[in-house]
Each structure stands twice: as structure tokens, then as C-alpha cells.
């Protein structure tokens, strides 16, 4: 299980809504100094980032809580969304090949373009289904492990 430290920022209609500090690992490693993109990361700085968490441990507002999050639906998750239309784009790219090279066409870039184009949104159109799927799915939510202290803080919304 991934796990992160949040704040409850607030509780709507049986929704939890937690913030966590987005942090980032450039700047730890030798080449950080010369790193573009570790030059990016402190420009852009760290964001807060808010999302729902199943609260079943009746947490309220204010409290700093362990979040988790299972690593196996994460991987697959991220499989999912960044895979699945890049699979679909080659596929479709390679379908667009074979049809043209057997049908004769002298310039098959632009076919071969259009139907790999057509893999990508297939692709995209699927992950859109697969979000769907797993919306209310509890082993893809965040879930509020326990709290970090006893008293709620205040926290500005």
C-alpha cells in the first residue's frame, strides 16, 4: 500500500475530500545541478492537490490523516490510461500499413497516419470507459488509514 500524509479539507454529502502536498524526487540525484528538469520542478514549486478518500474512520475536518492507496489498482491504472492508447495507435498503425502495402497505394504515410490516429482515439475512448468502470470501485480510492493527531486543526478554505 502507497501511503501519504493529508489534511481533511472537507466533508460533503458522505464525500470525504483530503489535500496532500504533491512533492517531487528531482534534486536528489548527482546530476540535479544541470538537471532541466530538476530546474523546472523548483520553479513550478510543490502544489496542493485534492481528491475524495473513503473515510471510514470518521475523521472530520482539520485532521491530518495517513492516506492509502493499493499499489497493484495504481499500476494498473497507470497501465491503463498511458498503455492502452498507445497499443491501440501502433496496432491500428500497423493495420493501416498492411492494407495499403496490399492494396498497392504508392504514398500510404497519410492512410497509414489516419488509422493510426483512429487507434489512438479507439484508445482513449476505451481508458474513458475503464475510468468509468472503476469511478466507484473502492480499491482505486484513496482510503483514510488513520489520523496523525487527536485535535483538528484549522485549515482556511
Known sequence: MITENAII??????????????????????????????????VIGNK?????????????VGDEVIVGLNEASLLKGAF?????????????SFIGQYITQNIGIANSELLVIVFAIMG??????KVKKFSASI???????????????????????
Do not use: H
Open 48 to 60: 496542493l492537490s485534492k481528491m475524495k478518500a473513503i473515510n471510514n474512520i470518521n475523521a472530520q
Open 135 to 157: 469511478e466507484k470501485n473502492e480499491s482505486y480510492q484513496p482510503v483514510i488509514l488513520k489520523k496523525l493527531n487527536n485535535s483538528s486543526i484549522f485549515v482556511n478554505l
Open 80 to 92: 491503463v490510461i498511458y498503455m492502452l492508447p498507445l497499443l491501440f495507435l501502433f496496432l491500428f
Open 9 to 42: 479539507v472537507s466533508i460533503e454529502n458522505d464525500q470525504t475530500w483530503i489535500e496532500t502536498q504533491r512533492k517531487s524526487t528531482c534534486g536528489e540525484c548527482s546530476a540535479s545541478k544541470g538537471c532541466g528538469t530538476s530546474v523546472l520542478s523548483k
Open 120 to 125: 489512438f482515439l479507439l484508445g482513449m475512448k
